[in-house]
């Protein structure tokens, strides 16, 4: 098998129907690489039909085209297009002939060129996509992930046709078994010898086999190959070992390179979740697929960068919500030791947008359901899967029977991973909502702010026990959307029910976390959201009275962008419930300050729902407050909180009066070094700072790594700064700045973690954001490369890149925000 990128080179545009040799201009067409999102650049208006779900994007229409030669001695071989995701309904033409297609926008897919390819000559590929109105977020459009050729001899390993099984783990050895699929698709039959050899993570071969197989014409063989690998290094989040399998036909056939970790997955409700036995607990985050600045672009390096983060904060598994995750996601997610729960499907036969996955489900859940399995399987970092988020059926008899028709067909594909479903139950009883909250005893009490209570109880309500109990009886573990009222009661109604956080309000993470430690059925708790996202936009924002813009509903006016409730802005940016979420979890000694912006410290808050921390900022740098009240808040593991400037005491107060492990504390906003010493019984336990900005602002830019590679899945992150002399972020002063690039690359794109703003990723400029921006370069060639950052008024700052042609990963450079915060 030899399989080569094809991502580079090409063009797209609107689609050309069959009358345009008519028309009297035509659409200009964009010389584009992959993965690429065609709808990222497209004008934002506030009267587009999908609204702020879209993050005010239009619907579009794309059509993307290549051009490419085909060799002569290609004829008489296998010739097949593997589509990692097409956003959506893909239609695939070879030389204006139809191929394939498929529906959903993630499925990965492969298309048979064989048929239409005119050998010795040019030819051209075309791909169709469509969207619009079709998810309740900012999906994008196009090719957003990469696409690959595959090119075989008659007889060849499939695609996806090796499979790695752990079978056991002993304490001197594991139990490896590789299963190959040969397929013979030439005329006579085909006798071969198959050899796998297996290196370990250093890589050196440990193990390695030989089998003879005979196909054939028109056959597939599946050949079983048991492996016994002596002191194995076992994949886990802390030591993510990496085994690499060579599979080759013949001793000269095309290699099949397959990476896998050798590790065992198990669920129970006495001993919880067990990587290779030994019990894990989710410190998980929710994920939406978009790259912020990208799009809906799945590059390589943005996923890791990602992966990386979110693991250096805290997390040890993310749920792909809700969609299949992309292969270039799994990777790094393998290499760095990061869990996934990967999801199929965000609803079934009931849409929830005009023009979802709803229309195409019943014709298509099989296939996805085996696209999702055959990409996941060799990957050990996925320990789940999910068939659905909030899927409204699970609470009539047919959608329970429809949940374990699913179930049981991942099971029969993979029988080697628990399958999970994200339930609201809210969802699953809409038809006797009324009549549950008219009388579930003490529902009112229980109704917390903007409904976060109220969740809970109806979660907890004996018609939702009575009518989730089938389908959630198909599951191996029983996922539960803010529906933490369940936990404990469960572990009694239920006994052999494990149960997983699906989806949780990040407010509540203090409360959320002793009950996963107090329950053994309970096996984590994944948080809306670890990054913020495109779309569904303000959910996290907080309107206030004063503001006359906004208009007190859940999703925001226009301009706004992005949901604003992610641990994480769009950028990467630690925001202050990320710092509170790694204390509750046990992770931070050091207590965690911010401040809440002082231009609203009198104001009325009219919304601020459950998904929405607090309208703060680690930072003590407020120009034109000064003498002005603020309030503080200090996430600290310790039962009392000091607050001192310039060493003399402000304030103190009582750690969990709003919420575990917080206190908040009112003072005056004067310039200095504010200071939060925390205290457990009288006895300091941890202390923290933030400094006031002085003297001259000065534009800073720097890397997250000087040397990239050429290829289509590297990225240089530039981060974009103010700040003072002695290094502090600047937060009060946000100014334009421009960035223009010499050498072989591109800015891919700009942006700020803004939650509303009317500026473009695809400009040169924008304004910063407390202080800060990120520019993303994207290699187009080798050689040198400078960034050149300008603001008015303050030096140019360059950043020198170097991009190599050599594909071997270059380590990063460190780029730290709790460093230079």
């Known amino acids: 098998?030899?399989?080569?990128?094809?991502?580079?080179?090409?063009?797209?545009?609107?689609?050309?129907?069959?009358?345009?040799?008519?028309?009297?201009?035509?659409?200009?067409?964009?010389?584009?690489?992959?993965?690429?999102?065609?709808?990222?650049?497209?004008?934002?208006?506030?009267?587009?039909?999908?609204?702020?779900?879209?993050?005010?994007?239009?619907?579009?229409?794309?059509?993307?085209?290549?051009?490419?030669?085909?060799?002569?001695?290609?004829?008489?071989?296998?010739?097949?297009?593997?589509?990692?995701?097409?956003?959506?309904?893909?239609?695939?033409?070879?030389?204006?002939?139809?191929?394939?297609?498929?529906?959903?926008?993630?499925?990965?897919?492969?298309?048979?060129?064989?048929?239409?390819?005119?050998?010795?000559?040019?030819?051209?590929?075309?791909v169709e996509v469509r969207s619009g109105q079709d998810t309740r977020w900012y999906a994008g459009a196009g090719l957003h992930r990469p696409v690959f050729l595959h090119v075989d001899e008659p007889t060849h390993v499939?695609?996806?046709?090796?499979?790695?099984?752990?079978?056991?783990?002993?304490?001197?050895?594991?139990?490896?078994?590789?299963?190959?699929?040969?397929?013979?698709?030439?005329?006579?039959?085909?006798?071969?010898?198959?050899?796998?050899?297996?290196?370990?993570?250093?890589?050196?071969?440990?193990?390695?086999?030989?089998?003879?197989?005979?196909?054939?014409?028109?056959?597939?063989?599946?050949?079983?190959?048991?492996?016994?690998?002596?002191?194995?290094?076992?994949?886990?989040?802390?030591?993510?070992?990496?085994?690499?399998?060579?599979?080759?036909?013949?001793?000269?056939?095309?290699?099949?390179?397959?990476?896998?970790?050798?590790?065992?997955?198990?669920?129970?409700?006495?001993?919880?979740?067990?990587?290779?036995?030994?019990?894990?607990?989710?410190?998980?985050?929710?994920?939406?697929?978009?790259?912020?600045?990208?799009?809906?672009?799945?590059?390589?390096?943005?996923?890791?960068?990602?992966?990386?983060?979110?693991?250096?904060?805290?997390?040890?598994?993310?749920?792909?919500?809700?969609?299949?995750?992309?292969?270039?996601?799994?990777?790094?997610?393998?290499?760095?030791?990061?869990?996934?729960?990967?999801?199929?499907?965000?609803?079934?036969?009931?849409?929830?947008?005009?023009?979802?996955?709803?229309?195409?489900?019943?014709?298509?859940?099989?296939?996805?359901?085996?696209?999702?399995?055959?990409?996941?399987?060799?990957?050990?970092?996925?320990?789940?899967?999910?068939?659905?988020?909030?899927?409204?059926?699970?609470?009539?008899?047919?959608?329970?029977?429809?949940?374990?028709?699913?179930?049981?067909?991942?099971?029969?594909?993979?029988?080697?991973?628990?399958?999970?479903?994200?339930?609201n139950a809210a969802l699953a009883v809409l038809d006797e909502l009324e009549n549950i909250l008219a009388t579930e005893q003490g529902l009112n009490a229980m109704m917390g702010d903007a409904g976060a209570g109220m969740m809970s109880a109806i979660g907890s309500s004996a018609a939702v026990t009575f009518r989730t109990a089938e389908s959630s009886a198909a599951l191996d573990v029983l996922g539960l959307n803010y529906a933490e009222g369940r936990y404990a009661s469960d572990g009694e109604l239920f006994p052999h029910r494990v149960i997983v956080g699906s989806e949780s309000f990040p407010t509540q993470i203090g409360e959320l976390w002793p009950l996963v430690l107090a329950n053994p059925n309970v096996i984590g708790d994944f948080t809306w959201t670890g990054w913020d996202y495109l779309g569904e936009v303000g959910i996290g924002a907080t309107s206030h009275a004063e503001d006359p813009s906004a208009n007190n509903a859940l999703e925001r006016e226009y301009p706004y962008l992005t949901a604003w409730c992610g641990d994480f802005d769009i950028t990467g940016w630690r925001r202050p419930v990320s710092y509170y979420r790694e204390i509750v979890f046990g992770l931070r000694k050091q207590p965690a300050i911010a401040v809440v912006r002082p231009e609203h410290h009198s104001h009325t808050i009219t919304l601020q729902s459950p998904w929405a921390w607090s309208d703060s900022l680690d930072s003590w740098t407020w120009p034109g407050f000064e003498g002005k009240p603020v309030t503080v808040e200090v996430a600290a593991d310790a039962d009392e909180v000091v607050l001192l400037l310039d060493g003399t005491e402000l304030a103190r107060a009582r750690v969990g009066v709003k919420r575990p492990l917080l206190a908040t504390l009112e003072t005056t906003y004067r310039p200095g070094t504010l200071e939060a010493v925390a205290y457990r019984g009288g006895i300091e336990v941890g202390r923290s700072s933030l400094v006031s900005a002085s003297g001259a602002i000065e534009l800073v830019a720097t890397t997250d790594r000087d040397t990239l590679s050429h290829d289509d899945t590297d990225l240089a992150f530039v981060a974009i700064e103010l700040r003072d002399p002695q290094g502090v972020l600047v937060t009060g002063a946000d100014r334009f700045v421009s960035v223009s690039i010499e050498g072989p690359a591109v800015l891919a794109g700009f942006g700020t973690g803004a939650p509303a703003t009317v500026e473009r990723f695809d400009a040169s400029g924008r304004t910063t954001f407390d202080g800060r921006a990120l520019a993303i370069i994207r290699p187009t060639g080798v050689g040198p490369v400078t960034v050149l950052v300008h603001s008015e008024g303050l030096d140019d700052k360059p950043v020198e890149l170097t991009i190599t042609s050599n594909g071997t990963p270059i380590s990063p450079v460190s780029q730290s925000q709790e460093a230079t915060a």
């Open 158 to 423: 499939l695609p996806d046709g090796v499979r790695i099984t752990t079978l056991r783990i002993d304490e001197d050895q594991a139990v490896v078994e590789v299963a190959t699929t040969v397929a013979n698709r030439g005329m006579t039959t085909s006798a071969v010898t198959l050899s796998t050899e297996l290196e370990d993570p250093a890589g050196a071969a440990v193990e390695g086999d030989r089998t003879p197989v005979t196909i054939a014409p028109g056959k597939t063989a599946l050949v079983r190959q048991r492996l016994y690998v002596p002191d194995p290094a076992l994949w886990s989040v802390d030591s993510p070992a990496l085994y690499t399998a060579r599979t080759r036909l013949g001793d000269t056939g095309a290699e099949v390179v397959t990476v896998h970790g050798i590790r065992t997955v198990t669920v129970d409700p006495r001993k919880g979740l067990r990587i290779n036995g030994e019990k894990v607990l989710l410190r998980g985050a929710c994920i939406h697929s978009d790259n912020g600045p990208l799009g809906a672009a799945s590059i390589a390096r943005a996923e890791e960068r990602r992966v990386q983060l979110l693991k250096d904060a805290g997390f040890n598994a993310i749920r792909s919500a809700h969609n299949p995750a992309s292969p270039s996601l799994l990777d790094a997610c393998d290499r760095l030791g990061m869990l996934v729960m990967d999801e199929a499907f965000d609803m079934w036969t009931r849409g929830k947008t005009d023009y979802d996955y709803a229309l195409d489900f019943a014709q298509w859940w099989a296939a996805d359901l085996e696209s999702m399995i055959a990409k996941d399987y060799n990957h050990p970092s996925v320990i789940m899967y999910s068939i659905g988020n909030e899927i409204v059926e699970v609470g009539t008899p047919h959608g329970s029977a429809l949940a374990r028709e699913l179930a049981e067909h991942v099971r029969a594909l993979d029988p080697t991973r628990p399958v999970t479903n994200g339930v």
């Open 1 to 126: 098998m030899t399989v080569t990128s094809f991502s580079s080179n090409w063009s797209y545009r609107a689609p050309r129907g069959p009358f345009a040799a008519v028309e009297k201009e035509a659409p200009s067409a964009v010389w584009v690489t992959l993965p690429h999102d065609a709808l990222r650049d497209a004008e934002r208006t506030p009267d587009v039909p999908g609204k702020g779900s879209a993050a005010y994007y239009p619907a579009g229409a794309f059509s993307y085209t290549k051009n490419f030669d085909v060799p002569a001695e290609w004829a008489g071989k296998i010739v097949r297009l593997e589509i990692q995701g097409a956003f959506r309904h893909a239609m695939v033409f070879a030389n204006d002939e139809f191929a394939g297609n498929r529906a959903d926008g993630y499925a990965r897919f492969f298309v048979e060129l064989t048929p239409f390819l005119r050998f010795g000559e040019p030819n051209t590929i075309r």
